[in-house]
């Protein structure tokens, strides 16, 4: 079983920053693709980055230029850096993360959310 914990959301004033944590524990062997989703009110779960076990990256166009994924694979984590943060940013931010476990079973986890809100 794997888990995955995030941290760093919360309430940003526009063009501010903020850094979300996902880390991954349990049985794990390896993580293939990591990334960032993200879900606004009464709107569907969107794709905001991701970055592939060899250090690609892909991003949504209405992040891109603003906001970083990265991955420290020694600590099954991955880092979402959002800078330059607009109001349209606000939603609950999720990571998610693939691989195999230690028994060589395929898995995919959802990380428990947590909330970015851009305000003034």
């Known amino acids: 079983q794997v888990q995955l914990v995030e941290s760093g959301g919360g309430l940003v004033q526009p063009g501010g920053s903020l850094r979300l944590s996902c880390a991954g524990s349990?049985?794990?062997?390896?993580?293939?693709?990591m990334g960032w989703y993200r879900q606004a009110p009464g709107k569907q779960r969107e794709l905001v980055a991701a970055i592939t076990s060899g250090g690609s990256t892909n991003y949504a166009d209405s992040v891109k230029g603003r906001f970083t994924i990265s991955r420290d694979n020694a600590k099954n984590t991955v880092y979402l850096q959002m800078n330059s943060l607009k109001p349209e940013d606000t939603a609950v931010y999720y990571c998610n993360i693939n691989g195999t476990t230690a028994t060589m079973r395929p898995f995919r986890s959802w990380g428990q959310g947590t909330q970015v809100t851009v305000s003034s």
């Open positions: 349990g049985s794990i062997f390896v993580i293939y693709n």
